[in-house]
């Protein structure tokens, strides 16, 4: 089976908040990324958080780590429509700074 | 100043044929990536060179063949091109094992079409 699983679309309405998930098998991954693809360019990273953090904020990004489960979720609050783009979780294998990604959620922000 | 650029951006060509992708990084890292985005986004490591030595290199046939001249270029030579070979490739690049938390920098993707 594959390494890191998310769900492939979430669609949300304008000025809710998006919850992207994502479940991992490592159990000795040392960071855990997420990063955004827009449109027609390359991925960015957003935000990680390192695997003895349980929560990091970062304005409108909230990162959940639980570990015990190997969950990791993103949450982006007052979603826009330039919010709209693929959200890859990635996490790095211990001992390597390799990244192995998900599949990608497609999150769609409608009026 | 683009971080990692790699040219072309758009590559249309004939099942058969051979094509390059060129990759360059202006962050001193010191490895780099070529990944491969099929039609359903799936990313997928190709190859990975730390100063300029390969270090991974995934089950990706020998019709690809991944160059590193200098630390900050990491081109992909594709021999006798076919349809299934359709996709985005990023190029990408980091720190590595000298240091910092892994994250990738990624190029704006070179789509490749074989017709």
């Known amino acids: 089976g594959e390494d890191v699983e998310q769900s492939l679309f979430l669609s949300v309405r304008e000025g809710d908040s998006s919850v992207i998930n994502c479940t991992y098998t490592d159990s000795s991954s040392t960071y855990l990324y997420w990063y955004k693809q827009e449109p027609g360019a390359g991925l960015q990273l957003l935000t990680y958080?390192?695997?003895?953090?349980d929560m990091k904020q970062d304005q409108r990004l909230t990162v959940l780590l639980n570990k015990k489960d190997k969950h990791l979720s993103l949450r982006i609050a007052d979603t826009q429509t330039g919010d709209s783009a693929i959200y890859f979780c990635?996490?790095?294998?211990?001992?390597?700074?390799?990244?192995?990604f998900g599949r990608g959620t497609s999150l769609i922000v409608h009026p | 100043d683009t971080a990692v650029s790699q040219t072309p951006k758009y590559l249309v060509t004939q099942m058969g044929n051979d094509k390059s992708i060129k990759c360059e990084q202006n962050l001193g890292h010191d490895t780099m990536y070529w990944y491969k985005q099929d039609s359903k986004k799936f990313l997928k490591i190709m190859f990975s060179?730390?100063?300029?030595?390969?270090?991974i290199n995934e089950t990706v046939p020998n019709r690809f063949s991944p160059k590193s001249p200098d630390k900050a270029h990491l081109n992909l030579h594709i021999n006798s091109l076919e349809l299934g070979d359709s996709a985005v490739y990023f190029c990408?690049?980091?720190?590595?094992?000298?240091?910092?938390?892994?994250?990738?920098?990624f190029g704006e993707g070179s789509r490749l079409t074989v017709l």
């Open positions: 958080i390192f695997s003895n953090m």
């Open positions: 990635a996490e790095s294998p211990g001992g390597s700074y390799i990244p192995t």
């Open positions: 060179y730390n100063n300029k030595e390969l270090i």
């Open positions: 990408a690049s980091s720190q590595g094992l000298s240091g910092g938390a892994g994250e990738l920098f």
